[in-house]
């Protein structure tokens, strides 16, 4: 997979939009919520252009009654994909465009890691560039090695979902 990292673009949000509404219309009434993360969730963020989607569901093992709905919108179902508890489906194979991450709605700790890092990175623009410059660097270090570009940020991302974490857990509660 080419790693490829851009300016923040509107488009992002548009194309939330438009692929959140066409996986409400599959889940229905299985769907609890649907929330917009990764960093093209985050304004001015540098990212790689994958719209990253996150529903929340009642019952996670519903979800693969939805497998064959999903591939008709050009998704890979990859199950688990190394996480318990996920669904994960992804589209456009190596010019990848969206990434979606099912969770069901009582597992609370993988939905607030994802939520925290969205907000924090929304309200903390220090964090947000040194992220994007990371990236951008990276990318440009590591152009068609995804794991490589993984392994680089993984210390960053560790570090800033715990700080994220932490900011969320104190502005909930206050």
């Known amino acids: 997979m080419n790693v490829v990292v851009t300016e923040y673009s509107d488009n992002w949000v548009q194309n939330y939009i438009e692929e959140s509404q066409q996986i409400r219309s599959i889940f229905g009434q299985e769907l609890v919520d649907i929330h917009h993360i990764g960093s093209t969730s985050v304004p001015g963020l540098k990212a790689k252009p994958i719209i990253d989607i996150m529903p929340v569901v009642k019952d996670i093992k519903q979800v693969d009654s939805f497998n064959e709905q999903m591939r008709s919108l050009g998704y890979e179902c990859m199950g688990e994909f190394g996480m318990s ?90």
Do not use: C
């Open 85 to 174: 508890g996920r669904r994960y489906f992804r589209k456009g194979g190596d010019n990848r465009t969206h990434q979606v991450h099912v969770f069901q709605a009582d597992n609370e700790e993988d939905i607030t890691r994802h939520l925290a890092v969205r907000d924090y990175l929304r309200t903390h623009s220090d964090d947000t560039q040194r992220y994007g410059e990371l990236k951008e660097s990276l990318a440009r270090q590591f152009p068609r090695d995804i794991e490589a570009y993984m392994d680089g940020k993984d210390t960053f991302v560790k570090e800033l979902e715990t700080k994220a974490l932490n900011w969320y857990n104190v502005s909930k509660d206050s």
